[in-house]
RNA sequence: GGCCCCGUCGUCUAAUGGUUAGGACACGGCCCUUUCAAGGCCGCAACAGGGGUUCGAAUCCCCUCGGGGUCACCA
């Protein structure tokens, strides 16, 4: 049975690159039947409220990464939460004391500060001279009569080859001499990262560890704890991490305002940050930020779309599948064609899969994804009434593709709007209003208005006629009814959008524009 | 700096010794068109560099260069 986790930590946000590796861990298991879990990587603080985990299950539920064990799901093998499992972690430090695979260390921090300062100086190689390394009870008695404190160390080899395989990387082999005597238990009891790492993925009976790239350089000394503890090794593999937009460092959540600077990644930010600021969703960067994975369920994304798009950050199965079904995701997943590279983020491409999964998504379907928007936006009520249901979704049809994600459906609030709270953009008005032959036309047509028959296929023939006899070009009167009407110069067919505001509205608007516009 | 990893169009990638180095996103042009999208067609654009091995190298080997990760009582 293939047993895969992701163990993030409760910071309060999903993170891209996070979800990435996520995906890939859930897609393994998945493909050979086996199963996924989620444990909470919290050793470090008490100050870790479930608050901060509340996000990350939300953001894993939305995008459907379920997990088989974990938070909220429980399994057989927990408790889940690193924080609950500390006397794993201690029996597991004895055993390592007890082999002298570790010791207990009196070394204070400053003076390791210092050893590692000289090596430097002397440009070789830090290697601890273990100098306050205890070596009996006796000198634990006598250090700790002194004040000091205790950590445990690993008691690394000091000669000799690590090595193993890395499903990514292929052979691996790292000197022992290059890894440190890292701590593994503070003087309070507590335990680090690298120990109980180890001691979780084997109580959690993981076979396989997926895991960013940063983490390679971890392994050898977490292989160095597992064979010290008698445990069965893992397989490998380090993914890549996902890349800056345009550069190869590590993605950031802090340097928003950095990859602002490249137009793509601004663009996607900019339209996500326009719908947030109709529903009056908070900005900052901590939550709305392209990369973290609310942003996208904010501003209305599938999660089909991000996920396809994640799945081929790092991954393909060839050279001309670009979709995926989560069962062929599942279906073709495989490790050995992980590149070995890191891959930058694109924003403006992930944005192209979403139009593309958003195109095939019926009316229906899109009608009831954009529902919610209106209703936050307060332009419907909630829940909404049939009878509006069934308005929205003749938009909707109208809108076509232009609704590439669900919050698009804000750039037409006209139709929910009363007339006397419409705005006019301000550049269409001046273009297509504030003209006297506008103003000419748009009476002309509001009387044939008065008496026609409002629907599209009919508007669309008097208009033509009408653009005939005045002798003017179809745009000449097709964009002041439309500015006119909505407010704004771009949007669906002019003929569509008046059928569907209705006689009453669509006078109620001209007259507007035309008093405004008196004595041109 | 030590150690480790990586290096094909701007970006994501295909290619596993023999291709005019393919596709997608982006970009540019044209067409369509009542605006805006969408769509159709066309185009621009890459094997980091240098040595080998080989009849033949993006692919194998070596060196150089470049980029990144990591060197915590963080995870």
Redesign the pocket.
């Known amino acids: 049975m293939i047993r895969t986790r992701f163990?993030p930590?409760p910071t309060g946000y999903l993170h891209i690159g996070g979800v990435r590796t996520a995906l890939f861990n859930w897609l393994f298991a998945r493909r050979y039947g086996g199963q996924f879990l989620l444990r909470i990587?919290?050793?470090?603080v008490g100050r870790n409220q479930p608050e901060a985990l509340q996000p990350i299950l939300d953001g894993f539920r939305w995008l459907g990464i379920d997990w088989d064990e974990g938070p909220e799901v429980g399994g057989p093998y927990g408790p889940y939460y690193?924080s609950e499992r500390l006397d794993r972690y201690q029996a597991a430090v004895k055993t390592l004391l007890e082999k002298g695979l570790a010791y207990y260390d009196y070394?204070?921090?400053e003076e390791?500060k210092a050893e590692?300062e000289a090596a430097e100086r002397a440009?070789r190689?830090?290697l601890y001279s273990r100098r306050w390394m205890a070596e009996t009870p006796a000198d634990r008695a006598r250090w700790e009569s002194e004040g000091r404190?205790g950590?445990v160390r690993l008691k690394m080899p000091r000669e000799g080859v690590c090595r193993f395989y890395d499903h990514i990387?292929?052979d691996?082999a790292?000197?022992w001499t290059?890894e440190?005597d890292?701590?593994i238990q503070?003087?309070d009891g507590s335990c680090?990262?690298?120990l109980?790492n180890v001691v979780d993925d084997h109580d959690m009976r993981i076979t396989h560890v997926i895991r960013a790239?940063?983490?390679?350089?971890?392994t050898p000394r977490q292989i160095f704890i597992a064979q010290g503890l008698g445990y069965e090794l893992p397989e490998y593999a380090h993914v890549?991490?996902v890349?800056e937009p345009?550069?190869?460092?590590?993605l950031s959540k802090r340097k928003l305002a950095q990859y602002l600077k490249n137009p793509?990644f601004r663009q996607v930010y900019e339209h996500g940050k326009a719908i947030a600021a109709v529903l009056g969703l908070p900005a900052s960067a901590e939550t709305f930020n392209p990369v973290i994975v609310d942003f996208y369920r904010q501003v209305g994304y599938l999660p089909d779309a991000l996920v396809n798009y994640l799945l081929?950050?790092?991954?393909?199965l060839?050279?001309?599948t670009?979709f995926f079904t989560r069962a062929e995701m599942i279906r073709h997943f495989s490790l050995e064609?992980i590149?070995?590279?890191?891959?930058?983020f694109?924003a403006?491409?992930l944005?192209?899969f979403q139009?593309?999964y958003m195109?095939l998504e019926p009316v229906e379907r899109k009608t009831e994804l954009v529902l919610p928007f209106l209703q936050k936006a307060k332009l419907i009520p909630r829940p909404a009434p049939a009878e509006v249901v069934q308005r929205v979704m003749a938009i909707v049809r109208a809108a076509?593709?232009?609704i590439?994600v669900a919050g698009d459906i804000l750039d037409y609030d006209a139709f929910f709007v009363p007339t006397e709270r419409l705005n006019y953009d301000d550049k269409a008005f001046t273009q297509h209003i504030r003209k006297p032959a506008a103003n000419a036309l748009l009476r002309k047509i509001r009387q044939r208005l008065e008496t026609a028959a409002f629907e599209a296929k009919a508007l669309?023939l008097l208009i033509q006629e009408f653009a005939q006899t005045e002798g003017v070009k179809?745009?000449d009167i097709?964009?002041p009814l439309?500015v006119a009407v909505t407010g704004k110069?771009?949007?669906?067919?002019?003929?569509?959008t008046l059928a569907l505001l209705g006689r009453e509205h669509c006078l109620e608007r001209i007259d507007r524009v035309l008093a405004q516009t008196e004595g041109l």
């Open positions: 163990a930590s990587d919290d050793t470090d690193q070394a204070t921090v390791m590692r440009k190689p830090f404190k950590v990387r292929g691996m790292v000197e290059h440190a890292h701590v503070r003087a680090l990262y690298n109980a790239e940063e983490h390679l350089s971890n890549p991490f890349a345009g550069s190869k460092n590590k793509d081929l950050l790092g991954w393909s060839d050279d001309k670009e064609r590149n070995k590279s890191a891959a930058s694109d403006k491409k944005r192209a139009e593309r195109a076509g593709e232009r590439k669309e179809l745009n097709n964009q439309r110069a771009i949007g669906f067919s002019t003929y569509e």
